[in-house]
């Protein structure tokens, strides 16, 4: 997919972004709450801890990660820990991103039809957001 090229609202550093429907790649998703990093993890991913198979098997299962999974993850190479409530941060000035001005750029950017155009102006939605390509997948505690 295409990586398209947002901004920040709060210090207007650019950076590239790709939007990512959860439904369509089986995943859920988490923010880290220090670097902005996004974690997903995959239905399908084989050494998923026991204690969270359940969650997988939930109707909103491709959102954002369900609180009590949480206490399972590994912390993220920065130091900082993935959470349901953390929000997408700008990688400059590590500021929480507004919604309002997302929607600006997602939908700027969009084709109409596409995937992007279809974004319900939300965090913690079936999108997760991408920032600068920094991902990581099933940060699962060994």
């Known amino acids: 997919m295409k990586k ?4 920040c609202n709060k210090c207007g550093f650019k950076f590239s972004y790709e939007l ?6 089986e995943t859920t998703y988490a923010y880290c709450d220090s670097c902005g990093k996004t974690l997903f993890l995959e239905e399908h991913y084989k050494q998923i801890p026991q204690a969270c198979l359940c969650f997988f098997k939930i109707k909103d299962r491709y959102e954002k990660i ?8 590994e912390k993220c190479e920065c130091g900082g820990k993935f959470t349901r ?3 997408p941060r700008c990688p400059h000035c590590k500021e929480v991103l507004s ?3 997302a929607t600006e750029f997602i939908f700027k950017n969009s084709k109409p039809g596409s995937i992007n155009s279809s974004w319900r102006i939300s965090w913690n939605s079936l999108y ?3 920032i600068n390509n920094k991902k990581v997948y099933n940060k699962w505690k060994k």
């Open 99 to 101: 919604t309002k001005n």
């Open 128 to 130: 997760a957001i991408i």
């Open 20 to 25: 990512i429907h959860n439904g369509f790649n």
């Open 66 to 73: 369900n609180r009590d999974i949480e206490q399972f993850l």
């Open 4 to 7: 398209e090229i947002g901004y």
């Open 85 to 87: 409530l953390t929000k």
